[in-house]
């Protein structure tokens, strides 16, 4: 069975870290584009981040440059998303998704979806 399990998330104060982890199964994730996706309240989902298939190519939104990495284990099927010097407008549920081709900012390129997990930055 096809699944995407996103985990890590939790409370963490501001200028805290966390990361986040999203575990493939059901088919062999190097051969995908994983993206990270954030929902926040009252929001459209915004795409994050993602890297290709191989790991050799990673993009940000602007506002996470220099604070969030995404990394990929194809050994383990697992992408991972460090966020680091988080701030309250990153409290969001961060959900990842898969695409064939290379990656791509548009949710509606993306098909398959994890369930999301909360992301909560406040003191």
């Known amino acids: 069975q096809l699944q995407l399990v996103e985990s890590g998330g939790g409370l963490v104060q501001p200028g805290g870290s966390l990361r986040l982890s999203c575990a493939a199964s059901g088919f062999t994730s190097n051969h995908y584009s994983i993206g990270w996706f954030r929902q926040a309240p009252g929001k459209e989902r915004e795409g994050v981040s993602c890297i290709n298939s191989s790991g050799s190519s990673t993009v940000y939104v602007d506002s996470v440059k220099g604070r969030f990495t995404i990394s990929r284990d194809n050994a383990k099927n697992t992408v991972y998303l460090q966020m680091n010097s988080l701030k309250p407008d990153d409290t969001a549920i961060y959900y990842c998704?898969?695409?064939?081709?290379?990656?791509?900012?548009?949710?509606?390129?993306?098909?398959?979806w994890g369930q999301g997990t909360q992301v909560t930055v406040s003191s």
């Open positions: 998704a898969r695409r064939y081709y290379a990656c791509s900012g548009d949710v509606n390129d993306y098909i398959y």
